[in-house]
């Protein structure tokens, strides 16, 4: 069975600061690769997705991620974070079954002012 | 457009009492639906899922069920509650036809078991 590791459970960093949270899975066959925020007391909200073609995507908020098959990797990158950006950010795959997502432990990120 | 609801939005409910939490969807027809549970500390645990009218696949056994009485209605419940189903619950629905898109979630429910 897949699994996502989300090493990072917490990540603070200053405002304007750039941020990277990383996401490393088991397989590359055959997946599909997804980000999701959650903020507080709310469900969670997707920041953008992996199906094919480019191994950069890009999603809404200003957030990035690259798909790296060598490395079984998708990590999120945000060049100058706001507070706003404070949220518990998940890492998620489907592979085979489109009825399995599995998701990652989830890393909180803090923004400080 | 698509909208999935759930409530209540919080409960807190003595051990050994039922539960019933209910999600439904709108906008859409035969959606695939999903109930996972986020523990303190931890990640999102899938519970259940259903691809139509009455049939449910059950991803982790304990004491919780589900049921799909109709097309965009998806219940969760529980006829003892244990401390352990403290959590947050979320519904989740996803188009049959959309093979590699993500789920859409609902906005959570926060159970706390006393």
């Known amino acids: 069975a897949q699994s996502v590791t989300q090493l990072d459970s917490q990540v603070p960093v200053f405002e304007e600061a750039p941020v990277e949270l990383r996401c490393n899975y088991s397989?590359?066959?055959?997946?599909?690769l997804f980000w999701y925020v959650q903020y507080p007391n709310q469900g969670l909200q997707l920041l953008l997705k992996?199906?094919?073609?480019?191994?950069l995507v890009k999603g809404i908020n200003g957030f990035e991620a690259e798909f790296n098959k060598s490395q079984t990797s998708f990590h999120l990158r945000k060049p100058s974070v706001h507070i706003s950006d404070t949220a518990e950010y998940f890492c998620?795959?489907?592979?085979?079954?489109?009825?399995?997502?599995?998701f990652g432990s989830g890393t909180k990120l803090n923004v400080k002012p | 457009s698509q909208t999935i609801h759930q409530w209540p939005a919080t409960l807190v409910q003595p051990v050994g009492s039922p539960l019933s939490l209910e999600c439904t969807v709108e906008g859409t027809s035969n959606p695939n639906l999903y109930w996972y549970r986020q523990a303190a500390g931890r990640g999102l645990q899938l519970l259940f899922y259903s691809v139509g009218i009455g049939q449910i696949s059950s991803e982790v056994p304990q004491n919780l069920s589900a049921s799909r009485p109709q097309d965009r209605q998806f219940i969760l419940s529980s006829k003892k509650l244990l401390l352990s189903d403290s959590g947050f619950y979320l519904c989740?629905?996803?188009?049959?036809?959309?093979?590699?898109?993500?789920?859409?979630f609902g906005s959570g429910t926060r159970l706390t078991v006393v």
């Open positions: 998620a795959v489907i592979q085979g079954d489109f009825n399995k997502f599995y």
């Open positions: 989740a629905w996803r188009n049959q036809g959309a093979r590699g898109y993500g789920y859409t």
């Open positions: 397989s590359s066959v055959s997946v599909y």
């Open positions: 992996y199906l094919s073609g480019s191994t």
